[in-house]
């Protein structure tokens, strides 16, 4: 399979594309299980996963190295949170996740309710903004071996993965994004950091829906 003429074999990492890059809007095509154990796309899986550390991020889909398939990989480290402090933590019921591969995945919203905080996304550099997800999810797929694995997440788990899979349909966050709440992480930092989502939303004289 020829994967955009790129020279997998020489590489360890890829760049990640920015909005605005036509790949970001294609939905990405299924693969096969002969193809999940093809040399090829153990090395783009590799890749990815390098990807993904190097970045730093909690979730890299295949379609923002260039890649129009249906991969992801998700880790949530838990060096991540050591800034964040408990209470915060506990709001979005966020718990490290260990690094896994989905392939195919199809996602369920289990039920009708939702959570409010902000979200970036590697594709979109600096900029981050309130997005509603539903609070919890079922997500059937295939790991890296081929083997049917279903999962079943709540709150910050459940985010990740609605925004990977979401990826693959050619879906940005900013989609998403509560109209006022867009900004730079660096003034999220400066004026917002610590305080409570309802509190910002106030101030910002945003209708958190
Ligand atoms: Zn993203």
């Known amino acids: 399979m020829k994967s955009n003429q790129i020279d997998l074999k020489s590489?360890?990492?890829?760049?990640i594309v920015q909005a605005g890059d036509p790949i970001l809007r294609q939905q990405a095509r299924a693969l096969t299980k002969e193809e999940i154990g093809s040399e090829?796309?153990?090395r783009i899986i590799k890749i990815m996963i390098n990807t993904l550390k190097d970045a730093p991020g909690v979730g890299l889909a295949a379609?923002?190295?260039?890649l129009p398939l249906q991969i992801v990989v998700i880790e949530d480290r838990p060096e991540f949170t050591k800034a964040i402090p408990e209470e915060e933590l506990k709001k979005r019921e966020r718990k490290p996740v260990p690094l896994h591969v989905l392939i195919n995945p199809r996602i369920t919203y289990v039920s009708s309710e939702h959570a409010h905080f902000f979200e970036?996304?590697?594709?979109v550099d600096r900029f981050i903004g309130i997005v509603p997800r539903a609070l919890e999810v079922r997500v059937e797929?295939?790991?890296e071996w081929g083997e049917p694995i279903t999962i079943e997440a709540r709150g910050w788990y459940a985010r990740i993965l609605q925004h990977e899979i979401n990826h693959l349909q050619g879906i940005l966050c900013t989609d998403f994004t509560l109209p006022r709440s867009l900004m730079v992480v660096e003034n999220y930092n400066k004026y917002w950091l610590g305080q409570p989502i309802e509190k910002i939303a106030e101030d910002l004289q945003i209708n958190l829906v």
Do not use: D, P, R, Y
């Not at 590489?11 to 760049?15: A, D, E, T």
């Not at 970036?120 to 594709?123: N, Q, R």
């Open 63 to 66: 379609s923002q190295v260039g």
């Open 141 to 143: 797929a295939m790991n």
């Open 120 to 123: 970036g996304c590697l594709s």
């Open 40 to 42: 090829e796309i153990q």
């Open 11 to 15: 590489l360890m990492k890829l760049k």
